[in-house]
C-alpha cells in the first residue's frame, strides 16, 4: 500500500494553472449548505480514485439535522464527467467507515471546469442533485462517511487536501476530500409517510 501511495505521490506532485477559462457553476437554488470543506487550489495536494475496484470515503458530521439534496465536489476526468454517480452515507463504525445508511445513483451531474489542472487533467467543479424520491435526513452530531464512486471511466481522482481522515480502499490516509453537502436544514420538507422509515434507519 505504501507503494501505492509513493506512486500516486510522484504522479501528482505537480500542479499547474490550466489555460482554458473557468466555467461558473451555478448556486443550486433554494438549498442550504449543510456541510462544507470547499476546495482551495492552494490547498491541494492529492487525488483519490472511486471507480472500477477503487472505493474511497470521507468523514462528515452535521451541526444540524439536514435532508440531503445533493452534493458538490471537485474531481478530475479523464474525459468527460461520468454517469451515473453512486452516493452512499454510511455509518461510522469505531472512526471507520461500517455499514450503509444510505445510498443512491445520481444522474443529475454537471460539470465546471475551475481552471485549475491538476498534473495532466483539469479539476473540475462537479454537482450532483438528488431525484426528490432519494432525498435522506441525516441526524445531527453523529459522524457518518460520504462515498462518491463513478462509473464508465478507469482514470480520475477525488480532490484532497493532506490534513483529515480519509478512507480509500480500507486504508485510513491523513488527507480530507473536497465536498459540500447541500439540502435543507431540518426534515419539515419529509413526508410524514416517510418520517419513521427514515427515523428507523438510525
Not at 464508465?152 to 487536501?161: Q, R, S
Not at 488527507?175 to 436544514?185: D, K, N, P
Amino acid at each position: 500500500m505504501r507503494a501505492f501511495v509513493l506512486v500516486l505521490t510522484i504522479t501528482f506532485a505537480v500542479a499547474a494553472l490550466g489555460g482554458v477559462s473557468a466555467t461558473p457553476a451555478p448556486t443550486p437554488p433554494d438549498l442550504d449548505v449543510l456541510w462544507s470543506n470547499p476546495y482551495e487550489y492552494e490547498w491541494l495536494t492529492f487525488g483519490f480514485p472511486s471507480n472500477g475496484g477503487h472505493h474511497t470515503q470521507d468523514d462528515f458530521i452535521l451541526d444540524n439535522p439536514g435532508v440531503v439534496k445533493g452534493f458538490e465536489c471537485w474531481f478530475c476526468y479523464d474525459g468527460n464527467h461520468p454517469q451515473p454517480f453512486t452516493a452512499t452515507i454510511r455509518y461510522d463504525s469505531g472512526g471507520n467507515p461500517g455499514g450503509t445508511l444510505w445510498t443512491a445513483d445520481i444522474t443529475n451531474v454537471g460539470d465546471y471546469y475551475t481552471g485549475d489542472r491538476f498534473w495532466d487533467l483539469n479539476v473540475q467543479r462537479t454537482l450532483l442533485l438528488l431525484e426528490e424520491e432519494d432525498y435522506v435526513l441525516v441526524e445531527a452530531g453523529r459522524p457518518f462517511w460520504l462515498e462518491l464512486f463513478w462509473t464508465g471511466f478507469y482514470h480520475g481522482y477525488w480532490l484532497c487536501e493532506d490534513i483529515g481522515n480519509l478512507y480509500c480502499n480500507d486504508y485510513r490516509y491523513d488527507f480530507s476530500a473536497f465536498f459540500t453537502i447541500l439540502g435543507t436544514s431540518s426534515g419539515e420538507d419529509v413526508e410524514a409517510a416517510s418520517w419513521g422509515e427514515i427515523k428507523a434507519t438510525f
